[in-house]
Structure formats: structure tokens, C-alpha cells
């Protein structure tokens, strides 16, 4: 993820919804290759209207044209900087994006472009932990265990939704 001058490296763990969804807007999200970041262009404050939207967005994208997934600190190095950001990006651990959102009482927006030219879009929104994101987290439990680090949910939904 980036956020004005900073570069946040995240791992992706799918927790459900469509993975040829996820895999489609993305291939599609981080063209061209060697880009890898996606950028929190805007804000979606997190009061009870708008998240009731989001939650509308992904029962009307079930079975397969949502993703629901749970992003953890990516690779760090041995005296735990993150890797060397892209140039302009300072590189940063996942909390601070995640202390950032949730002084802002905020949630992370990030555009997606269309799987086709022209086509629809996508919406990504990136949760810091609350009681929002706290209903996608018991599949994230099995998956990657105990979350004691700084976590974020991240929901995908398709923009005509």
C-alpha cells in the first residue's frame, strides 16, 4: 500500500470470496509489471451509513465478485526496516497505516480499474481493527492463527455494485 510519500509492504491472505474476482482486479490493478503498490487515494469515514454500504456491496457481490482478505506486515529485513521503497516512497511498517486510519476514524479507498477497458471498476477498502472488520476475522484465525501484530481487512467489491 502507499499513502503520500510512504510505501507500506503488506502479505495478502485471502479469507473469502472470489479468488478469479481478487486475481482479475489485480492482475489488472498492477499493470504495468513492476508495479506494486496500491495508492490510498481517499477516506471512507467509518460511521454506521457507509459501512452499512460496504456490507450491502458485498452480499450483492456473493458468491464470487467480492473479496474479503487480511493484509499483515509484508518482509521486513533483519534489523526490521521495511525493503527499499519504490523511488519518492519512503518504505514503513503496516502499524503506522494502521495507527494513521485509525486516528482518522477511517478506512483507506483505493480506485481499482476495470477488468476490461472501458468495463467497471472496483472499490478497495483497506479497515484498521474495529468493530467493522471484526466479523471477516474468524476465517482469518484459521488461517494465519493468534493476529497479536497490526492488521488491516481489506474488502474488494465491484464498483457498480
Do not use: C, W
Not at 65 to 89: I, T
Not at 116 to 139: C, I, N, R, T, V
Amino acid at each position: 500500500f502507499a499513502l503520500k510519500n510512504s510505501s507500506f509492504p503488506t502479505t495478502l491472505y485471502l479469507l473469502e470470496g472470489g479468488p478469479a474476482f481478487f486475481g482479475a482486479v489485480m492482475r489488472d490493478t498492477l499493470k504495468p509489471p513492476g508495479q506494486n503498490r496500491l495508492k490510498i487515494a481517499q477516506r471512507l469515514r467509518m460511521d454506521q451509513t457507509r459501512l452499512d454500504e460496504v456490507s450491502r456491496r458485498v452480499k450483492l457481490g456473493r458468491p464470487d465478485g467480492y473479496a474479503v482478505l487480511l493484509a499483515l506486515q509484508g518482509p521486513v529485513d533483519r534489523q526490521g526496516a521495511a525493503p527499499p521503497a519504490e523511488p519518492g516512497l519512503q518504505a514503513r511498517l503496516l502499524r503506522h497505516l494502521v495507527t494513521y486510519l485509525r486516528n482518522k476514524e477511517a478506512a483507506g479507498v483505493v480506485s481499482l480499474p476495470g477488468a476490461k477497458e472501458g468495463g467497471p471498476g472496483a472499490m478497495l477498502y483497506a479497515f484498521p481493527p474495529g468493530a467493522f472488520s471484526q466479523q471477516y476475522l474468524q476465517a482469518a484465525k484459521r488461517i494465519v492463527g493468534n493476529l497479536d501484530e497490526e492488521h488491516m481487512v481489506i474488502v474488494i467489491v465491484n464498483d457498480t455494485n
